[in-house]
């Protein structure tokens, strides 16, 4: 392996609530201030507690995917593939044993593990499907990207709430350093399947949790009351800077630092006041060799936890790090929002008024005290 | 290059609990595959695994409320920090690297079921809690201390050795001095129904490279390491197992679950592996095969190992021929296994060969244990999705 090799960002791909393409049509989805999130249309919520989505249209994906090769895949391999497919078109980058693959999922493919059984359960061995099987381990959205995209390097999944997109970025921009491919695909990927949102909002973590207040998704704000979930794939392409520069890519962001950590608390926990004495953010800005107060902006990871919101604003504050700005109140929770929040960050350092020397970061912060930090900086 | 040692192992295993009984049993050549008892298997075809004894899994703890694997996963882990002799400080920087697939799924089954059965809530919704893989992860790191990065790789099979790669990967990037990998699995309905409908699983305690194989047999466990910076390691008085010199992950891109009919992503991970443990297939005296028992996998790997090492020109066995294949677990457990055979000089049997395939033109261990010296090993595992992972252990 090569030692410290610098971490591009050439393209990107996103299914999401607010819209389907490359860098463009991100670029004018972050800029659209309206929210897609509204009363949930795929599945009946009578009668719960929580009734607010961020849904993917799917009719935005025909002519995306082959129609034959679309019926054998699972929904949620649907949105990773055509994210996929996006993000490696965007970005020009080449097939082939150099290029890597890393998925992050919240709830992987639910609907499939779901539907495995109910066969089981209906009709006994005979009712279960040989074809949904594959389906229910959770690096089946990697395998069919892997095999549409033709990524022949690693390729990894990784499983974390809250943060899953965040980690698979950093963990692609680890993978580009240490020399295992030349060009990682990385982002994450969920679905809203009704058992998984029916029983999240039962045990309080969906807004209005406990009934208490109205429901919405208002992340770090005095009123936030839980989770809104949204669904979606956004995946971006990692490179090896001096390759990207050889084949004439458009380099949208340099990676500056990837750090990840954990803050040791109880499984599911968000305990407001405990500090990080390891903090990522502090180990990323010391890795990039620059003060917190080089940072110009922060994207959070808040997403309407009152526990968790709180958290990430005090870890934050005692990093000196600024206050963060969330997407989830656009997009809903969910795996792919970390890969969008980077793409916001890289709209930032390209719109903002920002000194040539102002970088930002993308912080993530989970229950049970996974801790994420990737440090944007315009492409040198 | 930064020398990576393992320097603590942790084992539970259908043998039972350590790391010193998974060695003797693997030793012994004693078969682990008996009827399953901790999951209904009333009308499949197979009904028989590898499961960690009940009396075994009650000794685990006190806590029955956590999951199964969860519970595997702890004693394992645990007996690894122990046997690293890891102060508190120690492991305060340690990195967490989970490989798992299965997580909470046997007790979210059983809520599932019950509701589903008799139309009410059922009061185990609880047990949703703890279902996703990225749970082990979290009580590990909060109950054992462990504040350095912590990450959950859901690698199908090759998820336990997947965690030693990356965790490899993180110690010479200089991110951390020493991280706790390993994989875990318990038996999981789903599992067991999943490769009964794919027609993978043996009536028989499963053959690898046998002539007649059959399929594969299910298994459960959990196996931890730690792998620790060689100069951190000497510096505090640990002890060294063996070096980790290398790992090659490569993905096949071909199909979800069938290894691709040329070998070609299993080769690059091995010749991955190698080179970067600055290795000539020369250099590798025997190979712990993936060996899962299936016709196809054993015959596509027996393709890779002969086109890397040239027909006849390794030794290589089967673990999961004594303990089942335990999924992502299984990597992990078989990399323990690779580093006690370094560390023994004997080469643990493949149970149940009678009549070794022609078309795995190896001397692959019939059924006895073999004294041989070793200076570098191989460990291989592969898994849906065409995920290929090869680990180099070195004296």
Redesign the interface.
């Known amino acids: ?1 090569s030692a410290s090799r610098r971490v591009a960002v050439t393209g990107m791909g996103s299914v999401s609530a607010g819209g389907i393409g490359g860098t463009a049509v991100v670029a004018r989805i972050l800029a659209d201030a309206a929210s897609p999130i509204r009363p949930v249309r795929a599945f009946e919520t009578a009668g719960w507690p929580s009734r607010l989505g961020a849904e993917v249209d799917d009719a935005a994906l025909e002519g995306l995917l082959d129609p034959a090769a679309a019926r054998r895949l699972s929904r949620i391999c649907r949105l990773t593939v055509a994210a996929c497919r996006l993000a490696v078109e965007d970005s020009g980058v080449p097939r082939g ?1 150099a290029l ?2 890393v998925v992050g999922t ?3 493919d639910f609907r499939s ?1 779901e539907e ?3 066969g ?2 209906k009709r ?2 005979s009712g ?3 074809m949904i ?2 389906n ?5 959205m ?3 990207a ?2 549409e995209i ?12 809250t943060v899953a997109g965040d ?1 698979a970025v950093a ?1 692609a921009a ?2 580009v ?2 020399g ?1 491919a030349l060009a990682v695909v990385a982002g994450g990927v969920d679905e809203m399947v009704a058992h998984v949102y029916r ?1 999240l909002s ?2 309080g973590m969906l807004s209005p949790a406990a009934g208490h207040g109205r429901e919405g998704c208002r992340p770090y704000e005095p009123d936030h009351n839980g989770v809104v979930l949204g669904e979606g794939a956004t995946f971006l392409v990692l490179e090896d800077l001096e390759s990207a520069r050889a084949r004439g890519a458009v380099i949208h962001a340099e990676i500056r630092s990837a ?10 926990t968000a305990p407001r006041r405990r500090r990080d ?2 903090s ?1 953010a502090l ?1 990323a800005l010391v890795s990039a060799g620059v003060a917190p107060s080089a940072v110009g902006t922060c994207y959070g990871s808040g997403n309407g936890d009152p526990a968790l919101d709180d958290w990430e604003l005090g870890l934050l504050a005692a990093d000196r790090l600024p206050a963060p700005r969330s997407l989830a109140s656009r997009f809903g929770q969910h795996g792919g929002l970390g890969a969008l929040r980077v793409a916001a960050a890289l709209d930032c350092l390209n719109k903002a008024a920002l000194s040539p020397t102002t970088l930002v970061m993308v912080h993530g912060l989970a229950r ?3 801790r994420t930090a990737l440090l944007i900086d315009r492409a040198a | 290059m930064t020398r990576v040692v393992v320097s603590g192992l942790g084992v539970v295993s259908p043998y039972g609990t350590g790391a010193k009984t998974f060695w003797t049993g693997l030793a012994s050549g004693r078969c682990a595959i008996r009827p399953l008892t901790a999951i209904d298997t009333e ?2 075809r197979s009904r028989i695994g590898a499961e960690v004894p009940a009396d075994v899994l009650a000794s685990l703890g006190p806590s029955r409320r956590r999951a199964r694997a969860d519970r595997l996963a702890m004693a394992a882990a645990r007996e690894a920090l122990a046997d690293a002799d890891l102060s508190p400080t120690d492991r ?2 340690a990195g ?1 690297f989970v490989g ?2 299965g ?1 909470g799924m046997l007790e979210a ?1 059983a809520w ?2 019950e509701e ?2 008799t139309g009410r809530p059922s009061p185990g ?1 609880g047990a ?3 279902i ?4 082990h992860a ?2 590990l ?2 109950r054992l ?12 099979c090759a998820s336990g050795a ?1 965690s030693l790669a ?1 965790g490899l ?2 110690i ?2 200089g ?1 951390a001095p020493l991280a706790l990998c390993g994989g875990v699995d318990a038996l999981t ?2 599992c067991f ?7 993978l699983l043996d009536l028989e305690p499963c053959r690898p490279f046998d002539r007649d194989r059959k399929g594969m047999s299910i298994g459960e466990g959990a196996a931890f390491v730690v792998l620790e910076e060689a100069g951190h390691c000497r510096a505090r008085g640990g002890r060294a197992y063996a070096e980790l010199r290398g790992a090659g ?9 069938s290894p691709e009919p040329s070998a070609d ?1 299993m080769v ?1 991970a091995i010749e991955g592996a190698l080179t ?1 443990a600055g290795r000539t297939p020369g250099d590798i005296g025997y190979v712990n095969a993936h060996g899962t028992g299936t016709p196809q996998n054993d015959r596509v790997e027996a393709l890779a190992l002969a086109r890397v090492f040239g027909p006849g020109r390794v030794l290589l066995s089967s673990t999961k021929s004594l303990v089942g294949h335990t999924m992502a677990a299984a990597g992990s457990l078989e990399a323990v296994a690779s580093v006690l055979t370094l560390q023994h000089g004997l080469v643990p049997p493949t149970a149940n060969l009678r009549v070794t395939d022609p078309d795995v033109p190896f001397d692959c261990v019939p059924e006895t244990a073999r004294a041989v010296e070793l200076d570098a090993v191989l460990s291989n595992s592969f ?5 290929n992972v090869s680990l180099v252990f070195g004296r």
Not at chain 2, 249 to 257: G, K, N, P, Y
């Open positions: 392996m044993p890597g693959l919240e709830h992987g593990s495995f059984v109910t089981y359960l006994g061995p279960l499907s040989p099987f594959p229910t381990v959770m690096n089946s990697a395998a069919v892997a095999i033709g990524a022949r390097g690693p390729s990894v999944t990784v499983n974390q709430a980690l963990r680890a993978l350093r240490d295992r029983r039962e045990m750090a990840w950590g954990n803050v040791p608390v109880a499984p599911h004495l390891r990522p180990r049970g005290g996974c | 009308g499949f305060a920087c967490l798992a697939v997580g089954e599932y079921w589903t059965r919704i949703l809690r703890a996703l893989p990225s749970t979290e009580t790191s909060f201390g462990l504040c350095g990065p912590k990450e959950t790789v859901v690698m199908a997947a990356l990967d993180l010479r990037s991110a309905r789903v129904m999943g490769f009964n409908a794919l027609r992950m490569t993905t096949d891109a071909h199909h979800v679950t992503g690059r970067a898994g849906f999705g065409g995920q």
